[in-house]
Nanobody
Framework: QVQLVESGGGLVQTGGSLRVSCAAS????????MGWFRQAPGKEREFVAA????????YTADSVKGRFTISRHNGRNTMYLQMSSLKPEDTAVYYC????????????????WGQGTQVTVSS
């Protein structure tokens, strides 16, 4: 089991930047992927970005490519999502997730979830 806790959400204006963090309750093992998903009101949860914990290989959704950057600090068991050039359509609850053994872009395939942090982009 691993508990995930997000932080850093908030209100930001269009074009602004924000960084959200995800802290894990224990060491993340090498076979894990860590990822960010988001869910806007009335919409399904969607993949945003993921990172292989040991190799650091990253995957980013086309909708945020070039604007969002995922990273991690192995020693702190913490993952980050740096968001820039934010748009109103980025408004959502952002969830941190962990998955054992392989990457999937489908939320149903991920094993552990945080409680989410709200990001609101005002126009």
């Amino acid at each position: 089991q691993v508990q995930l806790v997000e932080s850093g959400g908030g209100l930001v204006q269009t074009g602004g930047s924000l960084r959200v963090s995800c802290a894990a309750s224990r060491r993340i093992f090498s076979e894990y992927y860590m990822g960010w998903f988001r869910q806007a009101p009335g919409k399904e949860r969607e993949f945003v970005a993921a990172i292989g914990w040991t190799a650091g290989n990253t995957y980013t959704a086309d909708s945020v490519k070039g604007r969002f950057t995922i990273s991690r600090h192995n020693g702190r068991n913490t993952m980050y999502l740096q968001m820039s050039s934010l748009k109103p359509e980025d408004t959502a609850v952002y969830y941190c997730a962990a998955k054992v053994l392989g990457l999937s872009l489908q939320p149903r395939d991920w094993d552990y979830w945080g409680q989410g942090t709200q990001v609101t982009v005002s126009s």
